[in-house]
């Protein structure tokens, strides 16, 4: 028989459709293997007859992966640093749902201008099949810090100054305030008395000033400027 205008769909188990290969859907079809055949059928309730079938093939969608890619934060305490989702698998388009701190919230594939922190996303797609929530860090460099260590004259120009650097990201730029154009010149030997300064900046441009760093003449016993 055709689709009479009292049909019921039905689901089988052979392109045959009778009572006997009836099945109970969607109960009996849920959690089927891969591959599993059905047959949807018309069936005339009143002279329980059945049209002829259209063939259904039980499929399994790949599982959704999901990849991030990090970049830092530049500087210690900056707002620059990003996560960037690359999903595959499941069924296309996907939605996101990111939280993070600060109450942040976001529903991109990627974020940015973002602190160092630890962010969780939740990837949905188009079936409503999730994987998550995910925690991702962004992370950030140590602060950076400068310590001068003075080493006063013996005599007027024999003055030092080390410098000790950590934080931030290597290699250090130094920008002395006495110094013309850029020497880039991490210590200092022979220094006459005076006050000097020296800015760092690291390979990311952060940057860290040591303020005044003062080199004194030498006294003698009685208090007298020698040299």
């Known amino acids: 028989c055709n689709k009479p205008s009292n049909a019921n769909v039905t689901w089988h188990t052979s392109a045959d459709a009778n009572p006997s290969n009836k099945v109970n859907t969607p109960t009996a079809v849920k959690g089927s293997p891969t591959g599993t055949k059905y047959y949807v059928a018309f069936e005339d ?17 790949p599982p ?4 991030p890619t990090y970049t830092a934060v530049s500087c210690y305490g900056g707002s ?14 996907y939605t996101y749902s990111w939280t993070g701190p600060g109450s942040f919230t976001a529903t991109t594939a990627a974020i940015s201008g973002r602190p ?7 990837v ?17 460099p140590a602060q950076l810090a400068l310590t001068p260590t003075v080493t006063q004259p013996t ?12 934080g931030g990201t290597s290699p250090y730029n ?15 030997t022979g220094l006459a008395p005076g006050t000097y300064n020296v800015t760092v900046t690291d390979a990311k441009g952060c940057t860290v000033s040591s303020g005044n760093i ?3 003449a030498p006294l003698n016993c009685d208090g007298v400027i020698v040299c």
């Open 45 to 61: 309730a009143t002279n329980s007859c059945y049209s002829p079938t259209t063939e259904f093939t039980i499929i399994e969608y």
């Open 64 to 67: 959704i992966v999901v990849v």
């Open 80 to 93: 620059d640093g990003a996560l960037a989702l690359a999903v595959s698998g499941g069924t296309a388009p």
């Open 116 to 122: 160092a922190g630890s962010y969780q996303v939740t």
């Open 124 to 140: 949905t797609d188009k079936n409503g099949c999730s994987v998550g929530p995910y925690t991702y860090n962004i992370t950030q």
């Open 155 to 166: 005599c007027y120009s024999d003055g030092a100054i080390t410098l000790a650097v950590s």
């Open 174 to 188: 130094f920008d002395w305030a006495d110094l013309a154009g850029n020497a880039n010149v991490q210590n200092r």
């Open 214 to 216: 003062t080199i004194t």
